[in-house]
């Protein structure tokens, strides 16, 4: 059974279909707690399913580095095979990033390498981009630049707002992160294999 920690920063939408797989029995994962940046609203997913939650807010520290201390102490707290970032909206340190590597994953709201960063969905509307998409990768040192496990495709309707598109992202997001962490989980996903 692979054990994981969710961070998130926001509503939890891909949290949510985490904690909804986990429930299932026969799903090869489980969820120790969730963790936040900031008093997310996707914090509550958790609660609802009895998921213990934690939350470590960057404004409390002098630093980032002291903040993903923290932020690290409360993950290895878990003893976690596996850190799961779904939707979380802070570049981590790399001191961070290596003590988890490879067992921390993202979920980015674009096909990359296209639209790294905080603002995908924006930018691929800027852009011109006739479609776009989802893919979750390994986290290192940059800034949505690790290798990628897994991606799924969409069309970019055209006229679509910024959050309207998003919210048709999000919809493969769930589906996709499931998808990985129980490949993930059954040995036919090998982190560090793809690292190296």
């Known amino acids: ?3 994981i920690v969710v961070l998130i920063s926001g509503s939890g939408s891909n949290l949510r279909a985490l904690l909804e797989a986990c429930d299932n029995p026969l799903f090869p994962a489980k969820i120790l707690a ?14 609802q399913f009895g998921v213990p939650t934690f939350v ?6 002098d630093s980032r580095e002291n903040w993903a201390e923290v932020l690290l102490r409360n993950l290895e707290y878990h003893k976690p095979d596996l850190v799961v970032l779904a939707g979380f909206m802070k570049v981590l340190p ?14 980015h709201p674009s096909l990359l390498p296209a639209f790294p960063g905080a603002h995908a ?3 691929a509307l800027s852009a011109g981009a006739d479609a776009t998409g989802a893919t979750v990768h390994i986290v290192d040192a ?23 598109l998003h919210e048709q992202i999000k919809t493969i997001e769930r589906s996709l992160i499931v ?18």
């Open 94 to 107: 790399a001191g961070f990033v290596a003590a988890l590597s490879p067992n921390i994953i993202n979920l």
């Open 179 to 196: 998808e990985v962490v129980s490949q993930i989980a059954e040995g036919k996903l090998n982190l560090s294999e793809r690292s190296s």
């Open 34 to 47: 969730v963790g936040a940046d900031n008093p997310a609203a996707g914090l509550a997913h958790a609660e």
């Open 142 to 164: 940059g800034v949505d630049t690790g290798p990628i496990l897994a991606q799924r495709e969409i069309a970019i309707p055209t006229g679509i707002s910024e959050s309207d």
């Open 121 to 123: 969905v924006r930018d």
């Open 56 to 61: 470590v807010e960057p404004g409390l520290f």
């Open 1 to 3: 059974m692979l054990s």
